[in-house]
């Protein structure tokens, strides 16, 4: 397994934006644009919840929470994964996990925290 790097998560007030990124290691080979993406966060006392998924023809998918205020998106000459917040709540405070889902490689997370 390798290991993803997440990064972009910080600390911003309700109603904000942050944007996240993700990038593969050089050891992941050219078929990095044939992998399924996605995006999971954990809570504090929650389990970890796949938020969205990029697929490798460029399909998406979101959990109903989030629907019309994150947008993933890839760029396959970079590895590299991205997601887009728009109008945070509290309730979007976690750690945020980038995945492979074809593969089942984790990075460390990037946190995000919204106050009130």
């Known amino acids: 397994q390798v290991r993803l790097v997440e990064s972009g998560g910080g600390l911003v007030q309700a109603g904000g934006s942050l944007r996240l990124s993700c990038a593969a290691p050089?050891?992941?080979?050219?078929?990095?644009?044939?992998?399924?993406m996605a995006w999971y966060r954990q809570g504090q006392g929650n389990q970890r919840e796949l938020v969205a998924v990029?697929?490798?023809?460029?399909?998406?998918n979101y959990v109903d929470s989030v629907k019309g205020r994150f947008t993933i998106s890839r760029d396959n000459s970079r590895k590299a994964i991205y997601l887009r917040m728009n109008s945070l709540p509290p309730e979007d405070t976690g750690l945020y996990y980038c995945?492979?889902?074809?593969?089942?490689?984790w990075g460390q997370g990037t946190q995000v925290t919204v106050s009130s």
């Open positions: 995945h492979i889902e074809n593969r089942g490689d």
């Open positions: 050089h050891t992941i080979t050219s078929t990095f644009w044939g992998f399924d």
């Open positions: 990029i697929r490798g023809d460029g399909s998406t």
